[in-house]
């Protein structure tokens, strides 16, 4: 993900859109014929710098306006000196000016002493003047001073004296943005571009704010800056990071190379090239390039806060900490970094070091609400049941402790136990799995804000974090297959030193899911069908880049699941094992392939294109739509039974000629083209697939046997669908059905999805009993006791005979009696009772 930089050269960047136009008028709202200033303005707004000189050149330089324009056209070219030559002599005489703004918001930039005398100048403006042009000003001094609040209250002053300037909305959304609000930011850019749908500053301020959700977007809006002024240095250096983001990093080089060939000083593409050079693992252009920066700004610590913010987004968070250590060397107050170091900690598993670094952070900056987040979030934490077993750590809500915690590491244990085998790897511990009832606790563990609704869970190598059962409806997602998708990750992380590529190692965690069990991968079985006969998958050469795209995000995780297979088929475990430590040696894709496996991505495109066909060749077309026909639901039943005839092999044609007869009443002949469907498509589940429609119709004609062996088959391939399988257990249990082997299974896939049924857990537990498991009978019913059943009475009393006959009679006798202190009278414990302490046979 890309975050929005907070440092001075944000803050100066940011000033540079306050240009005053209010009187010049905007695209759509023009005032009077424009001033020679205002002109020049116009030029530096649309990047053209040179015009800017020779227009100003005619102006007055001692009025601070003109020497303002003049120092920014300068500084947006790197030529710093210059700029504070030409502002130091107009400061002298106008301390509150924009040129005295322009001066300060420069020396902050490079870390000078006099920065803060400067700016604390013009800060006064926003208790002495009512002018929105002088509020706006005061604001960019406060905000680069750190206070905030008051930055706040002056734009919201000035905003409200001028609501037509898109430069004060743009600069209070970025005071927004740098708080991460961004949707207060969002509100302040779109009221600037509803004024002027061409103010670039606003346009890259909705980029950045959109930057995280919806990433095309964002670089569409970007470009969109670009075409209004090709010398915007912001533009390119945020496309950039949003190339390196998505592992482009020529893309990101050639941005970068863009911006310094109009500022050759730029701090902001030195720090990005210098991270770029770091993730490639080239550490001596690292350390030049971030001298290159540090000759222009010594304490700008920026360079390495950066460098640590890429190295986290390539999930390498141990070396993300030491970077920003050292950022924090030379800028130790930085809220921005240490608020950084705070989430790479919480990401390494160091929770105590985390909250020291927040907790500074936060001081420094209480507007952050990133940070007060994570400080919320850790005081939640806290009151978290922490289980230790072996390497592995797991919190847990304590409400939820009792239920989850022992199937929760045996599935871990089992997963990681696995993968070890499969992989030849020993993982290093301890390995920390936090598990969250409230989604947005999740998510602002992860990445500090609420939010990210599509995902479920996250790991950083060393640290899990996901959703829990209760954090989202039952039926909507497989915890478990989640959290051994998670644990794959562990593996893949760090048997690569954190440098596998997201479809690599995404794609390996959901092959492991289908390969640990089948049912786990089925959900996109069918939309993947559809998508290959409407041409819609994924090249290979794109598919790591589909991660970044909230509208390939899905298809991008299943297609490098099938690449994943095909690897395996073709070269084998041991291909994949070599895969995974070669991309651990920091080659790019292209290089690991032919070192590991010897190919590349355009002659494994044809073996994988071949493996689909193989795969998904008659399910797709099974799926595909008759010829010239948009909506089977239009046509009449005749039409649809001669198109049933004529296209017996195809999918939709045959469920709409079943539904079609089901509405006419013609049961029989509907039974008959559901079948046909099921036939076609034996992975088909969900409302109104083919097994839950003869469901229905065998319910209807009070066909108990077909009914329940239609729901049978519904759940088998539907295995999130809790009320199909609650549904079958009802039916099971009316048609009289007691036999384990039969019931057993079906609970079983209750809990799975829905860990918190107490009555599956009853009804499991009984069913060990009779096999005598009693203590796999006494986790279940434990499990119900925590879950406050409404017959606690017989809770108890079943948890004491799975006590009994493991001959834990002290443990029996307890339960017992507090069943008993809740019913006197209730004879199954009496009776229980009377054997224990008589020494009865169990």
Known sequence: ????????????????????????????????????????????????????????????????????????????????????????????????????????????????????????????????????????????????LGRFQEANAAYRLAASAAPGDPG????????????????????????????????????LGSARALADDNPPQAVALARRVLELNPSSVDAQVFLAGEAADASRHDEARQSLEKALEVNPSSLDAHALRAALSYVEDKPQDFEAEAARALAIAPSYGEVYRVAGELAGHNYRFDEAVELTRRGLVLDGRNPRALADLGSHLLRTGDEPGARVA??????????????????????????FVTVRDGDLVMRLHKDEAPVLQEYALAIAHQALGTLAARYEFAPRGPILIE????????????????GMTGALGVCFGRVVTMDSPRARPPGEFQWEATLWHELAHVITLQMSNQRVPRWLTEGISVYEEKKARPEWGREMDMTFAGMLNRGETLKLRDLNAAFQNPKTISLAYYQASLLVEHIVNAFGDAG????????????????????????DLDEMQVGFDQTVE???????????????????????????????????????????????LRKAGSLDEAMQAFERAAALVPVAGGKDSPHDQMAAIAV???????????????VAVDFNNVEAARLLATMLRQASVEDPAKLGPVYQRIIAIDPFDGDAHTMLGRFALQRNEPDAAAREFRT??????????AAFTDLAESYFKAGKRAEAKKQTLAALEIAPSYERAQELLLKIVSGGQR
Not at 360 to 383: G, V
Not at 635 to 656: C, D, I, K, W, Y
Not at 700 to 714: G, H, V, Y
Not at 784 to 793: K, T
């Open 1 to 144: 993900m890309s975050i929005p930089h907070r440092s001075s050269v944000a803050l100066l960047a940011a000033a540079l859109t306050f240009l005053v136009l209010p009187s010049y008028g905007t695209a759509q709202s023009p005032r009077r014929p424009a001033t020679p200033l205002q002109i020049a303005t116009r030029a530096f707004i649309e990047g053209r710098y040179d015009e800017v000189d020779a227009l100003t050149e005619k102006l007055d330089a001692r009025d601070p306006g003109v020497a303002a324009l003049k120092a920014r056209a300068a500084i947006a070219r790197g030529r710093y000196a210059p700029a504070e030559a030409l502002l130091r002599p107009v400061v002298s005489r106008a301390p509150s000016s924009e040129a005295a703004l322009e001066l300060g918001l420069l020396q902050h930039m490079l870390g000078r002493a006099d920065a803060t005398a400067i700016l604390e100048k013009v800060a006064v403006l926003a208790d002495a003047s009512d002018d929105p042009m002088e509020l706006s000003r005061a604001a960019r001094a406060l905000r680069a």
């Open 168 to 203: 004060i909305q743009t600069g209070w959304g970025d005071l927004f943005l740098e708080k991460y609000d961004r949707a207060e930011a969002l509100k302040s850019f779109q009221m600037a571009l509803q004024v002027d749908p061409k103010w670039a500053p606003a346009l």
């Open 358 to 383: 927040l907790e500074a952070s936060f001081k420094a900056d209480p507007y952050n609400k990133l940070t007060y987040n994570l400080l919320t979030m850790m005081d939640t934490l806290d009151k």
């Open 435 to 450: 598990i969250f009832p409230k989604h947005d606790d999740f998510a602002v563990r992860t990445v500090g804000l609420p």
């Open 576 to 599: 994949m094992r070599k895969l995974l430590r070669v991309y651990g040696q920091g080659l790019d894709t292209d290089a690991t392939l032919k070192a590991a496996l010897n190919t």
């Open 614 to 660: 193989r795969l998904f060749g008659k399910l797709r077309r099974a799926m595909a739509m008759p010829d010239g026909i948009d909506d089977l639901m239009r046509m009449t039943p005749e039409m649809l039974r001669l198109l049933a005839n004529e296209r017996a092999g195809s999918f939709p044609v045959q469920m709409a000629y079943g539904q079609a």
């Open 700 to 714: 209807e004609r009070k066909d108990n046997a077909r009914a329940i062996s239609e729901q049978t088959a519904l």
């Open 784 to 793: 119900v006791i925590a879950l406050g059943p409404v017959d606690r009475a």
